[in-house]
């Protein structure tokens, strides 16, 4: 997303926000110390933890119900889907 927004010239100081509905993903990429539970983690997924410590990106919590991007991603019912509309 960094290299997007500079690849199309907008200037972006403040960090990234990622919205997340999975409060754990959000408390893993504050978390400093490995833990054994995240050792089955693959190294690569481990880019978005290091971008939120260099502060480029932060993660922040956004109730499953107003996640937009699903209206691109899942089938929805028609209430769901006119309310992500009009959230558009």
Do not use: W
Not at 44 to 73: C, M, P, S, W
């Amino acid at each position: 997303m960094e290299k997007t927004l500079q690849d199309i010239q907008v200037k972006f100081d403040d960090p990234i926000p990622i919205f997340r509905d999975n409060t754990s993903a959000i408390n893993i990429s504050k978390n400093l110390v490995m833990h054994s539970k995240m050792k089955h983690i693959l190294i690569k997924y481990h880019f978005i933890r290091k971008k939120v410590i260099e502060k480029n990106t932060k993660l922040e919590y956004i109730g499953t119900k107003e996640q937009i991007a699903d209206i691109f991603a899942k089938p929805l019912r028609h209430e769901a889907f006119e309310y992500l509309c009009q959230k558009l």
